[in-house]
């Protein structure tokens, strides 16, 4: 059974001091199944009227709104020591698995940062323990989509720092192609981990099997500089 991405995440988070670490600290779990905090009517609306006017500008002429709230994960994402809630959104979809969307950076009810992208089938977001060193949380974006029987899922993983997001780079976390052929299917998974608190963190990789319900390691921890983040995140002004 999968466990829960934010837990996960949370308890190495807070368990971990801030300080340099000799071994791979685990930052994702590719096994694990996010459950969504919830966010009140009155959390939306105020993340939906934020986002809104920037969103309306940049992509006017590319697709309808229909704006959704996708996930949301809680850290200090622009400020250190703050308390600041990161929204994934969707805000309109141009066809499968594509369209328009951003991160919106909320603290105290108000935006404090806007990216906006062009969307891949995006439809989580998890806090990450402080990678580089600069005091604040960075940002695993996870997006995947199941097409001809293979489901597969990756993140992103970003920082923000002066106003501009920093890209750590994309890894696969899941792997699954049991809709091809029941009898032969194979389903993967694998966390990541990273030295962490370093300008340059370098991140490792573990993959595991699926064997019914229990989940075996397969092959050992190795390093990982991960793909290149070919997105594009752009900075959207509230005004």
Same mark, same amino acid.
């Given at each position: ?17 801030? @300080? ?6 685990? *930052? ?10 919830? *966010? ?107 097409? @001809? ?7 992103? *993983? ?38 962490? @608190?370093?300008?340059?963190? *370098?991140?490792?990789? @573990? ?33």
């Amino acid at each position: 059974m999968k466990k829960n991405i934010t837990e996960f995440v949370l308890v190495f988070s807070i368990l971990m001091p801030l @300080q340099a670490f000799a071994l791979p600290i685990p *930052i994702f779990d590719g096994r694990a199944d996010n459950k969504l905090r919830k *966010i009140s009517a009155a959390e939306s609306k105020s993340v939906e009227a934020a986002v809104s006017p920037g969103a309306k500008r940049q992509w006017k002429d590319t697709c309808d709104a229909a704006f959704e709230i996708r996930s949301v994960c809680d850290g200090a994402f622009t400020k250190p020591g703050s308390r600041q809630s990161a929204f994934l959104y969707s805000w309109c979809e141009t066809g499968h698995a594509l369209g328009m969307g951003g991160i919106a950076i909320m603290e105290n009810g108000k935006m404090v940062a806007h990216f906006g992208y062009d969307a891949g089938g995006e439809y989580d977001i998890a806090r990450v323990a402080d990678l580089d060193g600069d005091k604040m949380d960075d940002i695993a974006i996870v997006g995947g989509s199941t097409n @001809q029987g293979y489901t597969i899922s990756s993140i992103a *993983i970003i920082g923000i720092n002066n106003g501009a997001v920093k890209k750590f780079g994309r890894f696969e976390v899941y792997n699954d192609d049991s809709g091809v052929d029941e009898k032969v299917s194979h389903t993967y998974a694998w966390t990541i981990s990273s030295e962490i @608190q370093t300008k340059s963190p *370098i991140f490792y990789k @573990q993959k595991f099997k699926q064997t019914g319900k229990t989940w075996v390691k397969s092959g050992s921890l190795t390093k990982s500089p991960g793909e290149k983040d070919e997105v594009t995140y752009l900075a959207i002004p509230a005004k």
